[in-house]
């Protein structure tokens, strides 16, 4: 039986959501990634609010190969996060591999001082 790469990753994306969930001490930060763009979403599931959102889609910072557009992008939400007061959160990599762009966007969240 052979799956398509949308259905593959609904599949992970499911398993991982089973285990992760967002609270208001310690929320989800979510990211989605399209051809062109990346996204990233600091969710408190519990009331299922999205508290911080950043992206590279109109943001002048970001500019470059698109690994150095996550990077900026993770930065950027790590310090919107602090500045919220939320220190901490749980990496949602939403079905894709840890690799690459979603890898960016984490280590450069976690060099901006949020804890994941």
């Known amino acids: 039986m052979a799956f398509s790469k949308i259905t593959r990753r609904a ?4 398993r991982i959501r089973k285990k992760i ?10 990211v989605f990634r399209s ?23 109109n943001n002048k910072t970001a500019k470059g190969t698109k690994i150095e557009q996550a990077a900026v992008v993770g930065k950027e939400v790590a310090e919107k996060a602090i500045k919220a007061g939320i220190e901490k959160a749980v990496f949602d990599r939403n079905g894709y591999l840890y690799h690459g762009r979603v890898k960016s966007l984490a280590d450069s969240a976690r060099e901006g001082g949020l804890k994941l």
């Open 21 to 30: 969930t967002g609270t208001s001490l310690m929320p989800r930060l979510s």
């Open 35 to 57: 051809n062109k763009q990346i996204y990233a979403q600091i969710i408190d599931d519990s009331t299922g609010k999205t508290l911080i959102s950043a992206t590279s889609f």
């Open 11 to 14: 599949k992970i994306k499911r």
